[in-house]
Antibody, heavy 120, light 107 residues
Framework: QVQLQESGPGLLKPSETLSLTCTVS????????WSWIRQPPGKGLEWIGY???????NYNPSLRSRVTISVDTSKKRLSLKLNSVTAADTALYYC??????????????WGQGTKVAVSS | DIQLTQSPSSLSASVGDRVTITCQAS??????LNWYQQKPGKAPKFLIY???NLETGVPSRFSGSGSGTDFTFTISSLQPEDIGTYFC?????????FGGGTKVEIK
């Protein structure tokens, strides 16, 4: 079955760039939309944005000026870059697959998440 | 952005109880609403789509209803393995947004 695994540095300093990778295994990356979603400690979920396997993207306006999401279909990987991080970016970051039926904006496969802390 | 307000924020119920969670949208979202379960330390699990459709493999004690701005998620008979936090999520418009969550505990 399809599995997602996020990876990246767990600790950043303010103003640095957050770079995360999500590796897809057990299935195809093609044909799907792939999202990044984050969850600050003890809080709810925030959708960051998505990338289609073709490379098209859409971002949450609240983060659009700082975020880039990309996909490498040959390596079955998606990536997230978030510039100029602050303590408010401290969160558990998930990658997630949107269900194949694009009439349904739901996320059926999630990675385990990777913790990112921003502290000086 | 479309805001989703869940209530209650937490609840405690006995095994076998009927549990109901509500999710109110800040505008009409038709039935473009999903529900997820997040167990402690785990990623969310997709349960219900389009307000009332059960994802494959999800136990039938879970159900959802509603349209427009008011939605309900129900566990007909609470089981010990149902503890966790439940989130609603809308997909009527971008950005996708989530409710604040309802933490369900066993009394």
């Amino acid at each position: 079955q399809v599995q997602l695994q996020e990876s990246g540095p767990g600790l950043l300093k303010p103003s640095e760039t957050l770079s995360l990778t999500c590796t897809v295994s057990g299935g195809s990356i093609s044909g799907f939309y792939w999202s990044w979603i984050r969850q600050p400690p003890g809080k709810g979920l925030e959708w960051i944005g998505y990338v289609h396997y073709s490379g098209s993207t859409n971002y949450n306006p609240s983060l659009r000026s700082r975020v880039t999401i990309s996909v490498d279909t040959s390596k079955k990987r998606l990536s997230l870059k978030l510039n100029s991080v602050t303590a408010a970016d401290t969160a558990l970051y998930y990658c997630a697959r949107r269900v194949v039926d694009t009439d349904i904006g739901a996320f059926d496969i999630w990675g385990q998440g990777t913790k990112v802390a921003v502290s000086s | 952005d479309i805001q989703l307000t869940q209530s209650p924020s937490s609840l405690s119920a006995s095994v076998g109880d009927r549990v109901t969670i509500t999710c109110q949208a800040s505008q009409d979202i038709s039935t473009f609403l999903n529900w997820y379960q997040q167990k402690p330390g785990k990623a969310p699990k997709f349960l219900i789509y389009d307000a009332s459709n059960l994802e494959t493999g999800v136990p039938s004690r879970f159900s959802g209803s509603g349209s427009g701005t008011d939605f309900t998620f129900t566990i007909s008979s609470l089981q010990p393995e149902d503890i966790g936090t439940y989130f609603c999520q809308q997909y009527d418009g971008l950005p996708f947004t989530f409710g604040g969550g309802t933490k369900v505990e066993i009394k």
